[in-house]
């Protein structure tokens, strides 16, 4: 294997050009070395004025995913080795503004993720000393699958539909709004059906699949939005059906 | 969502950049999906076909003839045979859809999406097989 390998990375500095620039760097390429590695590499050796996120690479906290070789990647998890002699291309992640080099504006996402309401909703709180809400291994495994996000947006990088059409809540808001919907202990179905069962949620989603491909984390969020549209299908045709107070 | 947002922000330093007009060459997965998208035009004429054929029936033979006549045209045909193949294509999109909308539950244990699948092509195969015993032996 060779020693060395090209990196291909987007630059963006707004105070000196209007778009984007590539610039090449040649790194050190050892079989455990991760494209962050390389991009590390840079910052510390080559040039300190790259722009890029970063934190734990170890593929929990969710900020290094950018667009490598085309694909939407964390950088922490994917190997300089896969890429054979090179070169790498490092792109900042796709559907999503650039603020300087490889760093994307995510202010839109975390306005979804508020709007779906992440959190555990009681009708009403038990009070403290009747103790905690107790769940089964098996209501833990309804959910269990779409707690593993840890919000890269590498599934917003990837739907076309986001990138076509800002407004759409997008895959990862989704599998979340489930992993809150199928906790047994929380009651707030209805309350994220409403932000969710409107053209700009669920049914802006056409099945493409791909949020599902790139996931790190195999949380499927085409698979939760699928299932919740069939919940959703399920209660419009309740309310057509049934008496208010049955449903 | 109920308000719609602007996209972020204006921040005129913020690079953005459009897809590109063929986003939709850069992934098998997109190329399916415009597929399935511009298809649906096939679709929709495998519905009104299948209201003329429903029509020509109740109105008597001689109109189930003529509209036997004008099938065979080749015209005709050959919209019918693509349309063939895309409603295949979207019955299959449809089946491997439906395990991962439909979670079925076997007292605690979770049935496997293999099965779901399995289920529905099973049923699929079954109701061809019925369609076919009835126009070729029935």
Redesign the interface.
Known sequence: MADKITMQVTRYRPEEESGATVQEYEVPCPKDWVVLDGLNYIKDRLDGSLSYRWSCRMGVCGSCGMTVNGEPKLTCETFLSEYGAGPVRVEPLRNFPVIRDLVVEIGDFMRKLVAVKPWIIRDQEKPLIEGEYLQTPDELEEYRQFSMCINCMLCYSACPIYGLEPAFIGPAAIALAQRYNLDSRDQGNDERLEALSVHDGIWGCTFVGECTAVCPKHVDPAGAIQRYKLTAALEELKSFVLPRKAR | ??E??A???Y?P???????STY??L??R??L??IT??LSSIFIAWFVVYLLLLVRAVSLGDSNYQAFLAWSRHPVVMTLNVVTAFFVLFHAV?WFN?AP????VHLG?K?LPASLISAANYGAWVVTTAFVLWLLLGG
């Not at chain 2, 991962?100 to 979670?103: F, I, S, T």
């Open positions: 969502m109920s719609r947002h996209y972020t922000d921040h330093r913020w690079l953005r950049s459009r897809p986003w939709w850069e992934r997965a997109y399916s999906f399935r998208e999109t859809l991962k909308a439909m979670v605690h979770r």
